[in-house]
């Protein structure tokens, strides 16, 4: 056995699912994000002449 426990690789494996979860959620509010600013400054740019 290689000394590691299983409730020590139980938490590990759902920290590092954690981690990935909440960096795709990172992901999804930056391109929300940059989504409405978008939509903002379309809404409120004089239209060009």
Same mark, same amino acid.
């Given at each position: 056995?290689?000394? @590691? ?5 139980? =938490?590990?494996? +759902?920290?590092?699912? #954690? /981690?990935?979860? @909440? ?5 999804? =509010?930056?391109? +929300?994000?940059?989504? #409405? /600013? ?12």
């Amino acid at each position: 056995m290689n000394g @590691l426990t299983e409730e020590y690789l139980l =938490l590990f494996n +759902a920290i590092t699912d #954690a /981690e990935q979860s @909440l960096a795709r959620l990172q992901e999804a =509010l930056v391109y +929300a994000q940059r989504q #409405a /600013e978008e939509l903002y400054l379309r809404r409120t740019d004089p239209p060009a002449t």
